[in-house]
Every structure is written in structure tokens, then in C-alpha cells.
């Protein structure tokens, strides 16, 4: 009879290699991760001067696009002419309906 094809072995790393590697990668994860998941200021608070500051600039955040928007659609609204978007349409006079018939 004619003998199989042996296929090569595969190289797998031992155990405690294994848990080497999956400890490196394990530590650089954690080393690039790190930095970008804490959140801002997470070490801990601002100085007592910036509370302040940072309050102001934080509704400076907040209220500059919805007012950027809002003067938009205003001004789309005044000066351009478009038509204010309605959601609901009213229903059909019935009364109006009914002189027609």
C-alpha cells in the first residue's frame, strides 16, 4: 500500500510562551488604550481659578450651535421666504366641503 502524505507539523509555542506573548500584548493594549479612554480631567480638578472659565466656555459649547441654527432657519425663514415646515396637517374644513356639494 502506498503511504499517505505526512503534513508538516504546526509550530505552536509552548504554554508558558504563550502566556508571554498574551501578556506583551495584554500591556501594549493597555499602554495604547489607556490614554484615549480616560475621560479629560479624570486626574482630577481644575484648579479653583478655571471653575469659572470652564462653566463659561462649556455653555459657549452648548449654546453657540443652537443658536448658529436657529438664526439659519430664521433667516431662511424672513428673508428668504421658505415656508415653515408643518408636521401635522389640519384636517379638511367639513364645513367647506359641504357648500361645494
Given at each position: 500500500m502506498?503511504?499517505?502524505?505526512?503534513?508538516?507539523?504546526?509550530?505552536?509555542?509552548?504554554?508558558?510562551?504563550q502566556t508571554l506573548m498574551a501578556d506583551r500584548l495584554r500591556k501594549a493594549n493597555a499602554a495604547a488604550v489607556g490614554s484615549i479612554s480616560e475621560r479629560a480631567g479624570a486626574h482630577g480638578k481644575l484648579p479653583a481659578g478655571y471653575a469659572g472659565t470652564a462653566r463659561?466656555?462649556?455653555?459657549?459649547?452648548?449654546?453657540?450651535?443652537?443658536?448658529?441654527?436657529?438664526?439659519?432657519?430664521?433667516y431662511d425663514r424672513l428673508v428668504l421666504g421658505t415656508e415653515r415646515k408643518v408636521l401635522v396637517r389640519p384636517p379638511p374644513d367639513t364645513a367647506a366641503s359641504k357648500?361645494?356639494?
Open positions: 502506498a503511504e499517505e502524505p505526512r503534513l508538516p507539523k504546526r509550530h505552536t509555542p509552548s504554554a508558558p510562551k463659561k466656555i462649556t455653555y459657549v459649547i452648548v449654546a453657540l450651535p443652537i443658536a448658529i441654527v436657529t438664526s439659519w432657519v430664521l357648500e361645494n356639494e
